[in-house]
């Protein structure tokens, strides 16, 4: 690397571009790459613990409830999409770790920005548009039938339980797709810094 493009990258890092070598630089990149990617590894850890306690409470409510048929459908449609939900979340979580120290940052780096890619702007990236309402509903029936401790049908003939919930929902739905949104923007901006990262690496060779 030119000594003019190594000081550039480290104003642009906004470090000090005193004695800093190209091992130093490369040190740097790694630090920051892997601590953005720890992030998301955070998120994904989680979202699988979420994901873990809720099958838990959709499984033992259910068994608690082993005369209403329609309670254990739903804590039972909800729980095989959890439970699918659970299983992609381990099976990101490995991937965000997998080879972190067997290959070389850069190898290492790119894969993962293909992954994270493929997550916010692939083809299934826009799925929790839809499975957010359908989620949202499920458990919201689930817990709310529950600690009514009456049978579900019971339940919805009681027109101040059906006006509450009408009332709820577009209240729910909305938390729920902003916080989403939200963390979406937080997540693709953090991407888009990997990206940057991974080009400082590159130009380091």
């Known amino acids: 690397m030119e000594t003019n493009e190594l000081q550039n990258t480290w104003k642009e890092l906004n470090m000090s571009t005193k004695l800093k070598t190209k091992e130093e630089l490369e040190q740097v990149l790694t630090r920051k790459s892997r601590q953005t990617l720890n ?5 994904v850890g ?34 095989l999409v959890t439970v699918i939900a659970l299983i992609s979340s381990l099976y990101s979580w490995h ?23 493929g997550w916010l702007s692939g083809i ?33 003939r009681s027109a101040e339980t059906v006006i509450g919930l009408l009332v709820a929902a577009p209240v729910g739905l909305f938390v729920s797709y902003y916080v989403a949104r939200k963390i979406r923007k937080q997540y693709s901006e953090k991407l888009e810094y990997l990206k940057y990262l991974y080009n400082c690496l590159c130009r380091t060779d």
């Open 95 to 117: 991937r965000l770790q997998h080879n972190k120290y067997e290959l070389s940052v850069k190898v290492w780096l790119e894969n993962n920005i293909n992954l994270l890619s």
């Open 46 to 79: 989680m979202a699988s613990l979420v994901c873990a306690v809720l099958v838990t409470f959709l499984f033992f409510t259910a068994m608690n409830r082993p005369d209403d048929k329609i309670y254990q459908l739903n804590n039972l449609v909800l729980g």
């Open 124 to 156: 299934h990236s826009r799925l929790y548009l839809f499975l957010i309402p359908f989620i949202y509903i499920l458990t919201v029936l689930s817990i709310h039938v529950y600690f009514e401790n009456k049978p579900f049908t019971e339940v919805f």
């Open 39 to 43: 992030q998301f590894v955070v998120v």
